[in-house]
């Protein structure tokens, strides 16, 4: 683990706003250099004169679309090439998508295992190994509470949330007696997984279980320093996802359609899943 952020390198995905934009501004205010990832160049942009005006820190702006394929290879090759060995990784991109199965986008959910699951293991396994051969290092994982049942209406996201978890967690047995820890980060799934636009995954119902960003990575940062491999950022969450553990989980998953049905469409109207919405943690088109 580090012990001393100054003048190391991190790179944060989904950068651009929310819990990304957060995490930089957390780790720039210890005195690291980022590079910071998204869609929208000009988001970025912004964030990075915020953060030099702030900290003083260095900011390195690679626009990448992790829902294509070669992406994450080209993003980890350009920091390469800039001369870049990082030291922290948050891999904070993340797609969500609420639907009927009637109903359901295939290209988004297929743009949704591939951010969430394919993106994030690659950059995961193409960085862990240098981190262990220098001793030091940390990756978060960002996943969501929705990793510790299924979701009805939400089932790639939720599956895709468990896979992070899981992930994480093994590499963490693996990793940490070489000096780095990979910990899962389970935030409330109404921010998870979402930028700002994206109004997916019943986030009005859960808007009592909200956290800001700015409490969610203050417990984040506390938790990799205890070199923890998940954490849940409310106890109300986590008694709550421990306890579907004991539940049946038939009762789990059909209790979930109460609170994750999406929104009913009106007579006369083409059905439809959630709007549209870029689909990137703190990110939006290109």
């Known amino acids: 683990m580090i012990s001393d952020y100054a003048d190391r390198w991190g790179l944060i995905t989904g950068a651009s706003s929310g819990i990304g934009a957060e995490f930089a501004r957390r780790l720039a205010g210890r005195g690291m250099h980022l590079v910071l990832s998204a869609r929208r160049r000009e988001r970025l942009e912004s964030l990075a004169a915020e953060i030099h005006t702030a900290h003083g820190s260095r900011c390195e702006i690679i626009p990448a679309d992790l829902a294509e394929r070669d992406a994450p290879r080209r993003l980890l090759e350009e920091i390469g090439r800039r001369g870049i060995t990082l030291d922290v990784v948050v891999n904070n991109a993340g797609c969500g998508h609420r639907a009927e199965i009637a109903h359901t986008d295939l290209v988004r959910i297929m743009e949704l295992v591939q951010v969430n699951v394919a993106a994030l293991t690659e950059i995961t396994y193409r960085v862990l ?10 990756i978060v994982n960002v996943s969501s509470v929705g990793a510790f049942q ?12 468990a896979y992070v978890l899981h992930f994480s967690e093994a590499l963490w047995a693996e990793a940490r007696e ?53 954490v849940i950022t409310t106890w109300w969450n986590y008694l709550l996802a421990h306890l579907v553990r004991f539940a049946n989980r038939r009762m789990v998953v059909r209790e979930s359609m109460k609170y994750f049905r999406p929104p009913r469409t009106p007579p006369g109207e083409p059905p439809r899943s959630d709007p549209p919405p870029p689909p990137h943690r703190g990110d939006a088109e290109a």
């Open 129 to 138: 190994p240098g981190m262990m051969e220098r001793g030091q290092g940390a």
């Open 150 to 161: 299924p979701i009805a209406y939400l089932g790639a996201e939720a599956a895709s949330n």
């Open 178 to 230: 070489r000096g780095v820890t990979v910990m899962a980060l389970c935030p409330p799934i109404s921010l998870a997984g979402r930028d700002e636009q994206n109004d997916s995954a019943a986030a009005a119902a859960h808007a009592a279980d909200e956290q800001s960003a700015q409490e969610i990575v203050r417990v984040a940062l506390k938790a990799l320093e205890r070199r923890r491999q998940y």
